[in-house]
């Protein structure tokens, strides 16, 4: 009997080891993928990491001249700045406000037809695999050089970003509410006012400002491809090898995005708590 006994624990433990197993075999596995795509892609892309230490002198050269920053150039830098900041501001208000309409269009505890949230989500995935450069580059050929484009594109980008995070969020909620408005004859706006925005608006506000974060940064390289900014200057400055003022064109925009990303991280844990 006791033999029997420590057969099926030993049986047991097999069975509970194997997923461990299978989990190394897994890792190992993907190791090794990752290994064998490493060495692809170098022999593909014909990829030398001397190349980098050959040119290194080069580079301190050039981080020399850029930690030396022209600070006369500051009253040039401060309005391109702030019209890099109007942008990230602007695109993510508008590209907010049409994914907050979006999304309660393709949530399916919302709308229950299949058909029409199937389309929407398909158009929303398309729309986000634009990077915001390519989206840049669009609006421009488009609209023309200037802070406008940068406007329509960091909002489209936003779009894509906040309406995946959104919608999401949404499909989780607590379907209690929802269903007792309902049970009472209460109409879709009805229900989306009592039971569905109370429920989501801590969460879309903090996907707003993570998405405002995003911007701040993307703004500043779209300005390089013509979509207004600080970036336009910051390609003038590194075309004609000024690198005093490419420092502080760099300096001054790295203090702004730490300072903003830190408020706006404090201000989202503020909201989820």
Do not use: C
């Not at 190992?28 to 290994?35: H, P, T």
């Not at 970036?231 to 300096?251: M, P, R, V």
């Amino acid at each position: 009997m006791e033999a029997r006994r420590s057969k099926m624990s030993q049986t047991d433990q097999d069975l509970m080891n194997l997923p461990k197993k299978k989990f190394k075999i897994m890792n190992l596995i993907w190791v090794i993928l990752i290994i064998v795509g490493l060495f692809v892609s170098i022999n593909v892309t014909d990829t030398h990491i001397s190349v980098l230490f050959e040119n290194f002198s080069q580079f301190t050269d050039i981080f020399v001249q850029m930690a030396h920053p022209d600070w006369s150039y500051s009253s040039t830098v401060f309005p391109l700045l702030f019209q890099t900041l109007k942008m990230a501001v602007l695109g993510t208000v508008i590209g907010s406000i049409v994914a907050f309409i979006y999304t309660l269009l393709i949530a399916r505890n919302i709308v229950k037809n299949k058909v029409l949230t199937g389309i929407l989500r398909i158009i929303m995935n398309i729309i986000r695999t634009i990077p915001d450069l390519l989206l840049g580059a669009i609006f421009v050929a488009v609209i023309g050089i200037g802070p406008v484009a940068g406007i329509f594109a960091l909002a489209v980008f936003t779009f894509g970003v906040v309406v995946k995070l959104f919608y999401e969020a949404i499909e989780t909620i607590d379907p209690g509410p929802i269903e007792a408005l309902t049970a009472v004859g209460a109409n879709k706006l009805q229900i989306i006012w009592f039971a569905v925005l109370p429920q989501i608006m801590t969460y879309f506000i903090s996907y707003v400002l993570y998405a405002f974060e995003i911007n701040v940064r993307s703004s500043t390289i779209l300005g390089y491809i013509g979509a207004g900014g600080i970036g336009l200057y910051l390609q003038e400055t590194l075309q004609t090898f000024d690198y005093a003022k490419t420092g502080t064109i760099i300096i001054v925009i790295i203090v702004v995005v730490v300072i903003i990303d830190y408020i706006s991280s404090k201000s989202r844990e503020a909201l989820m708590k």
